[in-house]
């Protein structure tokens, strides 16, 4: 089992700026690839980011590149979601997940991340 939890969501005007953390805690940290997906009202979840397990590999939406970079600390069970330039339609409830089973990729598919934390809210104001 692992257990996760996001912090350092809140509201930020346009072109703020966001740090996400998500602890880990249960399996080795540094054993499977983390992602961060996040669903806005009456959306469905999106895919945001993913890092694999070793920090070598990362992969983004389109929306989003340039803008966040993800990042993990396998020595503090922590990965990270850098948010930069915000936008009101980055507006959404985010959340960290872990692939247990694909370590060393950084899949976009929900369904391919076994946990998944309870989220936290980003809002946007313009």
């Known amino acids: 089992q692992v257990q996760l939890v996001e912090s350092g969501g809140g509201l930020v005007q346009v072109g703020g700026s966001l740090r996400l953390s998500c602890a880990a805690a249960?399996?080795?940290?540094?054993?499977?690839?983390m992602g961060w997906f996040r669903q806005a009202p009456g959306k469905e979840r999106e895919f945001v980011a993913a890092?694999?397990?070793?920090?070598?590999?990362?992969d983004y939406v389109d929306s989003v590149k340039g803008r966040f970079t993800i990042s993990r600390d396998n020595a503090k069970n922590t990965v990270f979601l850098q948010m930069n330039s915000l936008k009101p339609e980055d507006t959404a409830v985010y959340y960290c997940?872990?692939?247990?089973?694909?370590?060393?990729?950084?899949?976009?598919?929900?369904?391919?991340?076994?946990?998944w934390g309870q989220g936290t809210q980003v809002t946007v104001s313009s």
């Open positions: 890092i694999n397990w070793s920090g070598g590999r990362t």
């Open positions: 997940a872990a692939d247990w089973t694909s370590p060393w990729g950084t899949s976009k598919r929900a369904n391919e991340y076994e946990y």
């Open positions: 249960g399996r080795t940290f540094g054993t499977y690839a």
